[in-house]
């Protein structure tokens, strides 16, 4: 004898179907089909949540404008803060008297969808997959895909300098990075120094 019955409606009547059954149902599902892993973190879970839901005005709204236009204007992008506030509100550009190159606006949309991709993987293990893909959703798209020695999603092929200062050779890049990566995620508590003095050795 089962231990319960319920009672299910379709268009053929009612399918009864004892507890057991329906538990049994219940427990092969995945994690993901009965759950949702929240994180711990209150800073990630409030942007991961804003993100979700498309929330204006909020954390997330202000982290996407403020971080792709400094970061961009850093590289050298002609976008104005609000400009790049305009793109992600509206998807749309008004450009006024000005020509804006299209790198400049294919990189600030792609920089919105990095900046989704870094919440989305915040918690993992920081990687050379995750490095590299964001490298790849950053220049998609790009005038670098037209240049013969850039590699969208990969280590460079051709040796630059920062300044007047040399950097890793590209042969060296992958076990630097892989050296690099092994010294950051040993760390048991990562640091705001530790960040910045990744992000140095990184550049």
Not at 78 to 98: H, P, V
């Amino acid at each position: 004898m089962p231990l319960f019955v319920f009672d299910f409606f379709d268009k053929s009547g009612i399918i009864r179907r004892d507890f057991e059954a329906v538990m049994d149902s219940y427990f092969i599902c995945s994690e993901s089909d009965n759950s949702t892993v929240i994180s711990g973190n209150p800073i990630l879970r409030r942007l991961k949540e804003e993100k979700a839901h498309k929330i204006m005005g909020g954390l997330y709204h202000e982290l996407q404008i403020r971080m792709t236009y400094n970061s961009n204007h850093i590289e050298g992008s002609c976008l104005s803060q609000e400009q790049t506030r305009y793109i992600f509100e509206t998807k749309t550009i008004d450009t006024g008297n000005k020509a804006i190159p299209a790198d400049d606006i294919i990189e600030t949309i792609n920089h919105f969808r990095a900046i989704d991709y870094c919440i989305d993987v915040a918690e993992e293990t920081l990687s050379e997959t995750i490095i590299k893909k964001i490298h790849y959703i950053l220049k998609t798209g790009t005038g670098a895909e037209d240049i013969t020695w850039f590699k969208i999603g990969d280590y460079k092929i051709k040796a630059n300098f920062i300044g007047n200062i040399k950097t890793t050779s590209p042969s060296n890049v992958g076990k630097e990075m892989r050296k690099l990566l092994d010294e950051y995620n040993s760390k048991i508590k990562i640091t705001f120094d530790d960040i910045v003095d990744f992000h140095y050795k990184f550049e």
